[in-house]
């Protein structure tokens, strides 16, 4: 079994009720924006129904949506191929993220009580003590708290459903930047400065840290990733 069918074959969960072509597309789109196999691989849907034992139909609605997010490309003579995540894809998500993360940041602003504050506090505390031991898994984990929890609060429904279609390019781009010391640190610096901004209902002070803080990781990702096409 080749990585892309074995990584996918990890990534279905088969015990949601949804139609299984969905399932997979899911399933095979994590794979691709994750990173867990190379792109140029080529992925030969004859192979995929055989060892997934999944019936061709449900594959190709998958490859097309797949090709539909530019994740693959369809290569006359060699059948679909594997692009992954561009700079020019960083670029767009991050222009989306400043734009949405603003926005439920000020609403979760006005929303928040006193003791909700005091929990992103100690959220905040809890994750600059994982950093303090170099526990890049548990700052990782709570950093993805303190963004729902941002996104919770700002109980706005439809802007949650985007940015959940965005959470493996999110996880992508959260790997990448927090397990280097340099940008880690300096993230959670940032989350701070959001956190006092949005408690002292400081608007202009949020939005101007919210922008520096997901251009700043831009920046970062972008220069990492430039770094792995050349090598």
Do not use: C, W
């Not at 998500?93 to 400043?98: P, T």
């Not at 734009?99 to 609403?107: F, G, M, N, P, S």
């Not at 400081?202 to 101007?208: G, I, N, S, T």
């Amino acid at each position: 079994m080749n990585d892309f069918i074995r990584e996918t074959s990890n990534n279905l969960d088969l015990s949601d009720n949804r139609p299984l072509k969905e399932l997979l597309y899911e399933a095979m789109r994590k794979t691709i924006i994750l990173g867990e196999v190379a792109t140029g691989v080529r992925i030969n849907e004859k192979e995929v129904s055989r060892q997934m034992n999944i019936s061709r139909t449900p594959i190709r609605y998958a490859l097309k949506q797949l090709e539909n997010d530019d994740l693959v490309d369809h290569v006359q003579g060699k059948g679909v191929i594997i692009k992954g995540i561009s700079i020019k894809d960083a670029h767009e998500i991050y222009a989306i993220r400043i734009a949405l993360d603003t926005l439920a940041e000020i609403t979760a602003m006005n929303n928040m009580s006193e003791a909700d504050f005091d929990a992103m506090n100690q959220l905040l505390v809890e994750t600059e003590q994982a950093n303090e031991l170099d526990d890049v898994d548990m700052v990782m984990e709570k950093i993805a708290e303190f963004n729902n929890m941002l996104y919770n609060e700002a109980n706005m429904p439809r802007l949650k459903s985007i940015i959940y279609k965005l959470r493996e390019y999110l996880i992508y781009f959260r790997d990448i930047a927090i397990r280097a010391r340099v940008r880690r640190d300096k993230a959670l610096l940032e989350h701070r400065i959001i956190y006092s901004s949005m408690r002292l209902k400081d608007k202009d002070a949020l939005e101007r840290i919210t922008r520096q803080h997901l251009e700043a990781s831009q920046v970062f990702i972008i220069k990492e990733m430039e770094k792995r096409n050349n090598n």
